[in-house]
């Protein structure tokens, strides 16, 4: 049995399985492990996104991580890692709490104050619709 002490008053680590893959989640850094739960690679967040997010807790959804936090709600693809950090796979600015649904790469509902739905067309490019509820 493996032991890891956590210390302080931040919030504990969050153990998530994402995509078939058992990952450690801690202030914005990604552990991913094995099957004997040892640490294999590590991945964190880009630094230019706001500290609220390192904060929040993880949710997951269609094999993706989403954060919100602030009013800033992400969506991460923890199978796709540049160097040491996480892809953004959608970043938009949310009113307040806010809830994301991912259905699958090009594909996000995000709830706040309105259900808005994003598609990712073949450039890569985003577009957000409105939807009536």
Request: proline share 4%.
């Amino acid at each position: 049995m493996r032991h890891n002490e956590v210390t302080g008053s931040l919030p504990r680590a969050g153990l998530l399985s994402v995509g078939g893959q058992v990952v450690l989640w801690r202030h914005g850094v990604c552990r991913y492990l094995d099957k004997d739960l040892a640490v294999v690679r590590e991945a964190s967040l880009p630094n230019a996104l706001p500290d609220q997010l390192r904060y929040a807790t993880p949710r997951v959804s269609g094999g993706f991580i989403v954060l919100s936090g602030g009013d800033t709600l992400i969506v991460v693809d923890p199978a796709d890692v540049s160097g040491a950090q996480l892809s953004v796979l959608l970043q938009v600015q949310v009113n307040g709490r806010a809830h994301g649904q991912v259905d699958d790469a090009s594909t996000v509902w995000v709830a706040d104050t309105h259900l808005r739905l994003f598609t990712k067309d073949q450039e890569g490019r985003w577009t957000d619709q409105e939807m009536a509820v």
